[in-house]
């Protein structure tokens, strides 16, 4: 498995030290080529499992393509991300199996990565890798944006804006249940509670 890069020695074409960012989105691409981290791949999307689960399952569906962010997609690419949403929707249902978890398939308004992906994900949001209220409301609230919600927009304006999602205030959100939309003074509560909406 690869390991994750240290940002210790790294510089830019100017000398300054390499941002953190740059080398998550470069382990992002790295991770792509990589046989053993590799779930599913074809001519046009190569399939991983993220190395960071927020979920029980949490699969990233990444085109060959080079498309940085939403802001790049063009109706040209609409064939490209309705075969992204297929693969997701089956891989995430295959993986879920029996335990009949609900899941959903979208993207962040304001992604951490450079290179656009798709989240395949199971909503328990079962994992020790879900930790701060960041991270909880970035696949909760409309930080996250719907696969097919994003597809429409794209088909109907020939282009996806997302400006209109201010990032920093829906990641400071209260926390709140994506089930009953109980509200949480912090994480542990709110991990404690979640639990009893997942079928056993």
């Not at 930790?131 to 304006?157: C, G, P, Q, R």
Request: with cysteine; proline share 5%.
């Amino acid at each position: 498995m690869a390991t994750k890069r240290s940002s210790q020695g790294g510089a830019t074409d100017n000398g300054q030290p390499a941002k953190k960012k740059g080398f998550w989105a470069l382990g992002l691409l790295d991770s792509m080529k990589d046989p053993a981290l590799q779930h599913f791949t074809d001519d046009k999307i190569v399939v991983i499992k993220d190395k960071y689960p927020k979920a029980r399952h949490h699969f990233l569906v990444c085109p060959r393509l080079k498309i940085n962010n939403l802001k790049a997609l063009k109706p040209e690419h609409l064939p490209l991300l309705n075969h992204m949403h297929e693969v997701g929707k089956r891989i995430i249902k295959e993986s879920i199996g029996e335990e009949e978890l609900k899941y959903q398939l979208g993207y962040h308004a304001i992604p951490s990565m450079s290179h656009l992906h798709l989240h395949a994900i199971s909503r328990d949001f079962d994992s020790p890798c879900l930790k701060n209220k960041k991270h909880w409301n970035s696949f909760t609230t409309d930080y996250f944006v719907d696969s097919m919600e994003l597809i429409a927009e794209l088909e109907e304006n020939g282009c996806v804006d997302t400006s209109g999602r201010n990032g920093e205030e829906l990641l400071k959100q209260p926390l709140r249940c994506h089930v009953c939309k109980s509200q949480f003074a912090n994480m542990p509560k709110l991990k404690g509670h979640i639990v009893k909406h997942i079928k056993k």
